[in-house]
C-alpha cells in the first residue's frame, strides 16, 4: 500500500530560518516526503531515503533546465546528468586531486590564514565571521579559481548575490538584478585572466578548465565558475565558524582535541553532520516511484534535506548534541552519489587541519562572549552568521 506526499501548512519560513531542527524532526516523523507548503516544496528528511535517491540518479535527476540555477548561473554541470555531468566534472578535477591540494593549495591557505590570524592576534576580541572566516574563505577561493586578487569583500559579495538569485522563488525583481550584475562581474573577471592560463598552465580552476583536450567552453566556463563561486565560499566559511562554535560551547570536547591534534579531522567532520552548510538541495523526480510507501509523481521537484538526515536518530545516537567523540560514521554533508562535493578534500584540508588548528593555538584562551551570543541561522543554507569571540591578546 503507498500513500501520497502529505501536505503541512503550519510552518513559519521563519521558523525554519531560526531553527529547522524542530521542523526536520516532525517531518522525519511524518512521512518520508512531505509538501511543506510555506517552502513551496517536497522535502526528504530520512538518512536512509536520500542515501536511496542518491544511488538512483536516473530515477532522482540533478538536470533541471528550469531551475533558477540555470537562470541566474547558465548551464552548470552540477545540474547536469550522466557523460555531460562527467566531462564538467572531470575538466576541474586536475585542481582538486590530492596531491595537487597538498603540495599547491595547502602552503599557500597556510599563508593567508596566518596572514589573516596575525593582524587580528592584538585585538583581544572580533567577530569571527568577518575577522577571519569570510575572508579565509574568499582569498583561498580566489586563487583557487584562478582570478587576480581582489578585496575578500567582492568575491564574497559576488557570491551571495548568485546564491540569492539561485533561491529568488518569489522572482523579487532587485534580488535578480543584483545577481545578474554579479554574473556579468565574474564574465568580466574571467575575460581578464583566460589568456594568461592559456599560455601559463598551473593548478587554477580556470586553467584546468582551458587546458583539458577539448577545452571547456566559454558558456561553460561562466556557468560553472559561478556555481563554484556560489558552492565553494560560503560552505567552507560556515564550517570554519561552526567548528569553533561547537568547540567553545563544549569546553571538554575543545580540551581534548587540543591534547590529541589527531581528532580535528573528526572534529570538523561532526561540526559540518551537527550544522550542515548546505542544509538542502533539489532533485527533479524522472519516473512516478514508490519511496519508502510514498508515491512521488513523476516531475515532482523534491528537496533532499541532508541537514535533516544528519540529524536522524535512527542514524545517530543523541544526534542534536555536537560531540566529536561519536562513532566513526558516514553523513550527508557533502551530498552523496554522482555529484558528491567536489571540494570535500580541499575543504578538509583548509577548515580541519589549517585553519581551526591555527586559531586555537594562536589566540590563547578563545572563548565565547557572554555579552553577545553567536547567532545561527538558515535551512538550505546553515551557518553563524555573527561569532564574537575574545581571547588574551
Ligand atoms: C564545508 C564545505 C563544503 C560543503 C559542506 C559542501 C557541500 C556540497 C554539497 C552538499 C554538494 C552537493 C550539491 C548537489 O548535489 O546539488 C556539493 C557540490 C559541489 N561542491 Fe561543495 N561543499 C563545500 C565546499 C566546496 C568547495 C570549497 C568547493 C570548491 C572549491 C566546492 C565545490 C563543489 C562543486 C563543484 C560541487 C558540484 C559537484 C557536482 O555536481 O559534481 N564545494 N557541495
Not at 237 to 245: C, F, N, P
Not at 326 to 345: I, V
Given at each position: 500500500m503507498t500513500s501520497t506526499v502529505p501536505v503541512v501548512t503550519d510552518i513559519s519560513y521563519q521558523d525554519l530560518l531560526d531553527d529547522p531542527y524542530p521542523i526536520f524532526r516532525r517531518l522525519r516523523e511524518t512521512a518520508p516526503a512531505v509538501f511543506v507548503e510555506t517552502a513551496k516544496l517536497t522535502l526528504v528528511t530520512r538518512f536512509d531515503d536520500i542515501t536511496t535517491i542518491e544511488r538512483d540518479p536516473a530515477t532522482y535527476?540533478?538536470?533541471?533546465?528550469?531551475s533558477l540555477v540555470n537562470k541566474v548561473m547558465g548551464p552548470t554541470f552540477m545540474r547536469k546528468d550522466g557523460a555531460e555531468h562527467m566531462i564538467g566534472r572531470k575538466a576541474i578535477e586536475p585542481s582538486f586531486r590530492p596531491a595537487t591540494i597538498r603540495e599547491y593549495w595547502a602552503p599557500r591557505f597556510s599563508a593567508i590564514c596566518e596572514r589573516l590570524i596575525g593582524a587580528l592576534a592584538?585585538?583581544?576580541?572580533?567577530?569571527?565571521?568577518?575577522?577571519l572566516a569570510a575572508p579565509m574563505a574568499s582569498l583561498s577561493l580566489m586563487e583557487m579559481i584562478g582570478f587576480?586578487?581582489?578585496?575578500w569583500q567582492t568575491l564574497a559579495a559576488w557570491s551571495q548575490a548568485l546564491i540569492d538569485g539561485a533561491g529568488n522563488y518569489a522572482g523579487d525583481a532587485e534580488i535578480e538584478r543584483k545577481a545578474m550584475q554579479a554574473g556579468a562581474a565574474v564574465d568580466a573577471a574571467i575575460e581578464a585572466v583566460l589568456d594568461h592560463h592559456r599560455s601559463h598552465p598551473n593548478p587554477s580552476i580556470l586553467s584546468s578548465m582551458v587546458n583539458i583536450d577539448p577545452p571547456m567552453s566559454i558558456e561553460d566556463i561562466r556557468a560553472n565558475i559561478k556555481v563554484i563561486i556560489g558552492g565553494g565560499l560560503n560552505e567552507p566559511r560556515d564550517a570554519i565558524l561552526t567548528l569553533v562554535l561547537g568547540l567553545l560551547q563544549n569546553p571538554a570536547q575543545k580540551r581534548t582535541v587540543l591534547a590529541k591534534p589527531e581528532l580535528w579531522p573528526a572534529a570538523l567532520e561532526e561540526a559540518v553532520r551537527w550544522?550542515?552548510?548546505?542544509g538542502m538541495y533539489p532533485r527533479r523526480v524522472t519516473r512516478s516511484v514508490d519511496l519508502s510507501g510514498v508515491t512521488l509523481p513523476q516531475d515532482l521537484q523534491i528537496g533532499l534535506c541532508v541537514g535533516a538526515a544528519n540529524r536522524d536518530g535512527k542514524r545517530f545516537a543523541d544526534p542534536d548534541s555536537f560531540d566529536v567523540s561519536r562513532p566513526k560514521q558516514s553523513h550527508l554533508a557533502f551530498g552523496a552519489?554522482?555529484?558528491?562535493?567536489?571540494g570535500t578534500w580541499v575543504s578538509r584540508l583548509t577548515v580541519?587541519?589549517?585553519v581551526a588548528p591555527m586559531l586555537f593555538e594562536r589566540l590563547r584562551n578563545l572563548r565565547l562572549r557572554d555579552d553577545a551570543p553567536p547567532v545561527v541561522r538558515g535551512w538550505v543554507f546553515r551557518g553563524p552568521v555573527s561569532l564574537p569571540v575574545r581571547w588574551d591578546a
Amino acid at each position: 500500500m503507498t500513500s501520497t506526499v502529505p501536505v503541512v501548512t503550519d510552518i513559519s519560513y521563519q521558523d525554519l530560518l531560526d531553527d529547522p531542527y524542530p521542523i526536520f524532526r516532525r517531518l522525519r516523523e511524518t512521512a518520508p516526503a512531505v509538501f511543506v507548503e510555506t517552502a513551496k516544496l517536497t522535502l526528504v528528511t530520512r538518512f536512509d531515503d536520500i542515501t536511496t535517491i542518491e544511488r538512483d540518479p536516473a530515477t532522482y535527476s540533478a538536470d533541471n533546465p528550469t531551475s533558477l540555477v540555470n537562470k541566474v548561473m547558465g548551464p552548470t554541470f552540477m545540474r547536469k546528468d550522466g557523460a555531460e555531468h562527467m566531462i564538467g566534472r572531470k575538466a576541474i578535477e586536475p585542481s582538486f586531486r590530492p596531491a595537487t591540494i597538498r603540495e599547491y593549495w595547502a602552503p599557500r591557505f597556510s599563508a593567508i590564514c596566518e596572514r589573516l590570524i596575525g593582524a587580528l592576534a592584538g585585538a583581544g576580541e572580533a567577530d569571527l565571521f568577518d575577522a577571519l572566516a569570510a575572508p579565509m574563505a574568499s582569498l583561498s577561493l580566489m586563487e583557487m579559481i584562478g582570478f587576480e586578487p581582489m578585496p575578500w569583500q567582492t568575491l564574497a559579495a559576488w557570491s551571495q548575490a548568485l546564491i540569492d538569485g539561485a533561491g529568488n522563488y518569489a522572482g523579487d525583481a532587485e534580488i535578480e538584478r543584483k545577481a545578474m550584475q554579479a554574473g556579468a562581474a565574474v564574465d568580466a573577471a574571467i575575460e581578464a585572466v583566460l589568456d594568461h592560463h592559456r599560455s601559463h598552465p598551473n593548478p587554477s580552476i580556470l586553467s584546468s578548465m582551458v587546458n583539458i583536450d577539448p577545452p571547456m567552453s566559454i558558456e561553460d566556463i561562466r556557468a560553472n565558475i559561478k556555481v563554484i563561486i556560489g558552492g565553494g565560499l560560503n560552505e567552507p566559511r560556515d564550517a570554519i565558524l561552526t567548528l569553533v562554535l561547537g568547540l567553545l560551547q563544549n569546553p571538554a570536547q575543545k580540551r581534548t582535541v587540543l591534547a590529541k591534534p589527531e581528532l580535528w579531522p573528526a572534529a570538523l567532520e561532526e561540526a559540518v553532520r551537527w550544522i550542515s552548510p548546505i542544509g538542502m538541495y533539489p532533485r527533479r523526480v524522472t519516473r512516478s516511484v514508490d519511496l519508502s510507501g510514498v508515491t512521488l509523481p513523476q516531475d515532482l521537484q523534491i528537496g533532499l534535506c541532508v541537514g535533516a538526515a544528519n540529524r536522524d536518530g535512527k542514524r545517530f545516537a543523541d544526534p542534536d548534541s555536537f560531540d566529536v567523540s561519536r562513532p566513526k560514521q558516514s553523513h550527508l554533508a557533502f551530498g552523496a552519489g554522482p555529484h558528491f562535493c567536489a571540494g570535500t578534500w580541499v575543504s578538509r584540508l583548509t577548515v580541519g587541519k589549517i585553519v581551526a588548528p591555527m586559531l586555537f593555538e594562536r589566540l590563547r584562551n578563545l572563548r565565547l562572549r557572554d555579552d553577545a551570543p553567536p547567532v545561527v541561522r538558515g535551512w538550505v543554507f546553515r551557518g553563524p552568521v555573527s561569532l564574537p569571540v575574545r581571547w588574551d591578546a
